[in-house]
Every structure is written in C-alpha cells, then in structure tokens.
C-alpha cells in the first residue's frame, strides 16, 4: 500500500474541467489589473507601483479596493502570491516587515531587495528567476533596478495568517504628510495631509 496524506484521507478527488480551470484558478498577468493604493507607502515620492493580489490578499492595507481582490479567487491556504510592478527605475517598496516569511522572486527585469543591518541598509541584486527569502522580522524592502516598467517582481508571503504590515517609523511619518496612515487593525486610512 503506497502513503497518502492524512489530511487528503477520505477526501474525493475533484473533477476539474478546463473550462472551470480558466475561470476559477489561472490568472494571465497582461489581463489582471491591480491598485496603486493597497499600501500605506504608496503616495511617498519614490514608491508608487502597481499591485496585483493574484492568491490570498497577502498583507494588502486597502482591503476594500476591489481591483485587490485575488485575481484567482479559490481560498489560499498558508501563503499568498502579489504582483509588484508598474515601476520607474529606483521606485519601489518603503521599509517594512513582516511577522511571516516573505520571499521575492525576479519575474522580469532586476531589482535591489535592501533590508537593514542595524542602522545600515544592505542589498542584492535579482535578476530575472532569482529568489531571495527574507527573515521574519528585518525591515526589507525593494527597488526596480532597470529602465524597464513591465518589470515584475513577484512577492509571497507565508503562514496561515499573513498579518499586516510593520512600517518603518520613517514611513509612517513620512505617510502622514502624504495624508495617509494606517488605523488600529492595520487598515489603510485617508486622511488631509499633515493630519494625525
């Protein structure tokens, strides 16, 4: 008798026709159109993007945007997978961490992946098929390193609950001024500029 895995014990095989597949579970990246408000980050000069949730929602501030929904929506199950891209050269994602893992993975183009080391910022460069996993809890971020626009950068979060972004104190004062921040539960706020 060969193993199978307790948790499929006793389960039905799902019987999935193509159809079905295309509509439910496939997301074409030329087709899938994102947000460029998901993040608390997103209005400081330098860090403008486009986001594409395309399974589970990741750690997506603005939860009621309805280009954020998942582009495949079947439920994720311990992970996430979101589209950065739409960047200028140098443009990215502001410092932040995670209480989850978080790995990148170059799809197109090149990019820095920096992180600190104590006070001092530290980067490698991807190209496109490379990954890096990033440690729980490092404040990380991303830049687009080449002239490219359509360059993408590929972001999945683990853990059965992904939780919310942990902004830099940098970030956050530097939102505000933009007028946005994020409320208790991790939500993003708009808010007139300057105020707290």
Request: aromatic share 6%; charged share 25%.
């Amino acid at each position: 008798m060969s193993f199978v895995d307790p948790r499929l014990v006793g389960k039905p095989i799902p019987v999935v026709s193509v159809e079905q597949m295309e509509k439910e579970r496939v997301a074409r990246p030329a087709e899938a159109k994102g947000s460029g408000l998901a993040f608390l980050d997103q209005r400081i000069p330098g860090f403008q993007r486009e986001i594409v949730n395309l399974v589970g929602m990741g750690v997506t501030e603005a939860v009621a945007d309805p280009n954020l929904a998942p582009k495949i929506a079947a439920p994720a199950h311990g992970f996430s997978l979101t589209y950065n891209r739409g960047m200028k050269k140098g443009h990215g994602a502001a410092l932040h961490r995670h209480a989850t893992e978080e790995v990148f993975i170059a799809m197109t183009g090149q990019w820095d992946i920096y992180w600190l080391e104590g006070e001092t910022e530290r980067q490698v460069l991807l190209g496109p098929g490379d990954v890096v996993s990033l440690p729980i809890g490092i404040y990380r971020g991303f830049r687009n390193a080449t002239e490219d626009l359509d360059a993408t950068l590929l972001a999945v979060v683990g853990g059965p609950d992904p939780g919310k972004v942990d902004w830099h104190p940098s970030v956050i004062e530097a939102a505000r001024e933009t007028g946005l921040a994020v409320d208790d539960d991790g939500n993003l706020s708009v808010q007139k500029k300057g105020q707290s």
